[in-house]
């Protein structure tokens, strides 16, 4: 798969509320961080599992697609999603990806 197909194959998974698909776009070692503060949020498709289980079962949770764009292997993700909170979130999301597999996620 393209970095392009592995971001719009997880946001479709996403807005399926299907965890296992959601999941398999990403890499066993997958880092999620916070591009503020360059934190590591979780790391590990286990702790990435468990954090998405309860995100994911929320019936309201729904990402648009605002803007994207693509440069080699990194895909930059401009969403709208509603459900996280009471009010729409508006957030960047970077993709980097290696071996066919989303290895990083910086979060704006």
């Given at each position: 798969m393209t970095p392009e197909q592995l971001?719009?194959?997880q946001l479709d998974a996403y807005n399926a509320h299907d965890l296992d698909a959601f999941c398999s776009f990403f890499s066993d070692d997958i880092r999620v961080f916070d591009a503020h503060t360059g934190e590591v949020l979780f790391s590990?498709?286990?702790l990435f599992r468990e954090r998405y289980t309860k995100t994911l079962s929320n019936s309201?949770?729904?990402c648009t697609l605002?803007?994207?764009m693509v440069q080699e292997n990194i895909v930059?993700?401009?969403e709208s999603v509603v459900g996280l909170s009471e009010d729409v979130t508006h957030a960047i999301?970077?993709?980097h990806t290696s071996n066919h597999?989303?290895?990083e996620?910086?979060?704006y």
């Open positions: 971001a719009q194959g590990g498709k286990k309201k949770l729904h605002i803007n994207r930059i993700d401009q999301a970077i993709y597999a989303i290895c996620v910086h979060f």
